[in-house]
DNA sequence: CTAATCTACAACCGAATGGTTGTAGATCTA
DNA sequence: TAGATCTACAACCATTCGGTTGTAGATTAG
């Protein structure tokens, strides 16, 4: 249930759980590990069955994981997968950086040369 | 074209962008700017229209922008709203940090004072 | 001028999404 | 024990998604 799939899929998986603006608010409700889903139904304005799927997606991509408590099953956001998917922008953020760093140096390479 | 939407549906539409690893892809290779969307298509083995409506959806999620030069269109990606994703994450982050700071202070507050 | 290249867009298709209702099993509470 | 609550899951539906093919307009190259 956790994480053993190819990375690309695995980051498919966490942006498009992430994508869905009922999904992000569940995962900020869920820091503290202490609301069940029918708590979480009780906050939008849809089914309880469509919270359940929204849970459902939020644990495939694991950002959320489940634990019983008697009848109710307690959610709770799992802060390594949120850093995972801040790592994937970053790298993206550093391929940027690079290519500033690059442009830099042809500009300090052509000091005093200009014109 | 760029960004004027309430918050959510932004976000809704940067993280939907990103769930697709071609997609990341593009967004990578279009750090330099110099790639045409033919050029990119060349690096896939999908067909051009599938190229053009990925950049289509990264461009209205703010994540590229095109430029015309002649017969073909350029790829830019912006840096701005690569950090605007990870800032979402940031604030995800941030609610746990709050709540381990809470534990802390509990402990803190317990010392000296275990069983 | 002609041919090749690049983009645009419509139409179509199968699969996935996000929602619903309905039924049923477990667990708690009075 | 009986009723309420919580979860699970199947079935269904409309819409979106990621892909295709086909046609056509601009621009460049020979």
Redesign the interface.
Known sequence: MVVDLPT??Q??????A????TR?DI??RS??GDLSVSALAREYPISTTAVQKHVAVLERAGLVERTRRGREQLVQ?R?ET??R??E???E??A??RD?LDRIDELVDSNEGAEQ
Do not use: K, M, N, P
Request: hydrophobic content about 50%; cysteine-free; aromatic content about 6%.
């Open positions: 690309g899929e980051a498919d998986l966490i942006f498009r992430l994508a869905d603006s992000r995962v900020r820091t503290g956001s802060i949120i850093t998917a801040r994937l922008l970053d993206l953020e391929l940027w290519r």
